[in-house]
């Protein structure tokens, strides 16, 4: 095999793969001949139903991140639990991970942001760049009152001193034991722009006269949405996407959009996201940069202990018009209020690049 680059990506969430996608896709553009091989618990549909350039996709656990509950509430103890037990098998996961670097002819490893790929690039021989916006070392640090965390944070932050450097994205935690740091725009997911959101709308068959919000929650799903006591359906329209045949029943306004219905006419979610005025989620790195890039607003609720929230709640009001909507509110469809006044508030005060995919790709490449 020649020479590849290896991207180790964790599987907590789907951000993480659907920002490394955009790099895989940008390096697949400027060197077609590259192998680049995925490593990563993330679901291979999320690599294969979008264009995607990886060559080879090899599935396996990088890291156990974060345990949820729901996708908005998370179990710190076990959370910490998982990681202490996977940090104390690195002995054996760094030999494993470092014969697979070597059985795929590894030139340059990618984090985002195991730790793991850190430690068996440099068992193997083989750079080591950790491009995220976050570190883990960072985030269980949060958790101090947890049996073992201070152990476990310094071994993370160990072995991320090992990367030869560190590709920092927006609205960022922790890197401090990297060296050194280069900062990158956001890598956002863009929507077609040989339509207008109308356009995109009648495309997909949603009202293109109609304020449109979207429900986005990623791939942990919720266990139940208010939909029949939602206030807002004299006003606001509400899209659901899902994957499969949609058998729920939704009250008139709501509208589901099969994953397979989309895809299959050639559409991707950051169209979606494209054509409505507001998204309604919690806060992620990938939904805001996919906001931030196609100029909808964001109605978030809360997510759950985690670092990168309270980070992201001080930011992106920078960059995007967004208004929180307590956990209560969102639970019992109470969504009105926050709706009216986030139609109704000026654009964001920075407009920033959302181009770091193809930065990121030039780099790889070079």
């Known amino acids: 095999m020649p020479p590849s680059v290896i991207f180790y990506i964790s599987g907590h969430g789907f951000g993480h793969a659907i920002?490394?996608?955009?790099i895989i896709n940008a390096l697949h553009a400027l060197a077609p001949a590259l192998p680049?091989?995925?490593?990563?618990?993330?679901?291979e549909w999320l690599f294969t139903r979008p264009t995607c350039g990886a060559s080879v996709f090899l599935a396996?656990?990088?890291?156990?991140?974060?345990?949820?509950?729901?996708?908005?509430?998370?179990?710190?103890?076990?959370?910490?639990?998982?990681?202490?037990?996977?940090?104390?098998r690195f002995d054996e996961l760094v030999a494993r991970e470092a014969a697979l670097i070597r059985a795929n002819s590894g030139r340059l490893v990618i984090s985002d942001a195991p730790p793991l790929a850190c430690a068996a690039s440099a068992a193997a021989g083989v750079p080591a760049i950790?491009?995220?916006?976050?570190?883990?070392?960072?985030?269980?640090?949060?958790?101090?009152e947890?049996?073992?965390?201070?152990?476990?944070?310094?071994?993370?932050?160990?072995?991320?001193?090992?990367?030869?450097?560190?590709?920092r994205l927006p609205l960022s935690g922790g890197f401090e034991t990297?060296?050194?740091?280069?900062?990158?725009?956001f890598v956002a997911r863009h929507g077609r722009a040989d339509l207008d959101p109308p356009g995109i709308r009648r495309a997909v068959t949603l009202p293109p006269d109609r304020p449109l919000a979207l429900v986005s929650f990623g791939g942990y799903g919720l266990h139940q949405l208010p939909l029949t006591r939602l206030d807002c359906l004299e006003e606001w329209d509400i899209v659901l996407t899902t994957r499969g045949s949609a058998t729920v029943t939704v009250p008139r306004g709501v509208h589901v959009v099969t994953e397979e219905e989309l895809y299959g006419r050639g559409f991707r979610y950051e169209d979606l996201v494209r054509a409505v005025d507001v998204v309604i989620t919690k806060p992620g790195?990938?939904?805001?940069?996919?906001?931030?890039?196609?100029?909808?607003?964001?109605?978030?609720?809360?997510r759950g202990r985690f670092a990168e929230y309270d980070v992201m709640v001080r930011e992106m009001p920078r960059y995007l018009r967004c208004r929180h909507l307590e956990l209560e509110a969102f639970e019992t469809g109470a969504w009105n209020a926050a709706l009216r006044i986030l139609a109704g508030l000026p654009g964001p005060p920075e407009r920033v690049p959302t181009d770091g995919g193809q930065v990121a790709g030039r780099m790889n490449a070079g």
Request: proline share 4%; glycine share 8%; net charge negative.
């Open 19 to 22: 920002r490394q996608i955009a």
């Open 36 to 43: 680049i091989v995925v490593r990563t618990a993330a679901p």
């Open 60 to 88: 396996g656990e990088t890291d156990t991140g974060v345990v949820q509950i729901d996708s908005l509430r998370l179990d710190v103890g076990e959370s910490v639990r998982q990681a202490r037990t996977f940090v104390g």
């Open 130 to 144: 950790v491009c995220a916006n976050f570190t883990w070392d960072w985030i269980y640090r949060d958790y101090s």
């Open 146 to 167: 947890q049996p073992g965390v201070e152990s476990l944070v310094a071994e993370i932050g160990r072995v991320y001193s090992t990367a030869s450097a560190g590709w």
């Open 178 to 185: 990297i060296d050194p740091i280069i900062d990158l725009p």
């Open 285 to 302: 790195y990938g939904i805001i940069a996919d906001c931030v890039a196609n100029d909808s607003a964001m109605l978030y609720t809360s």
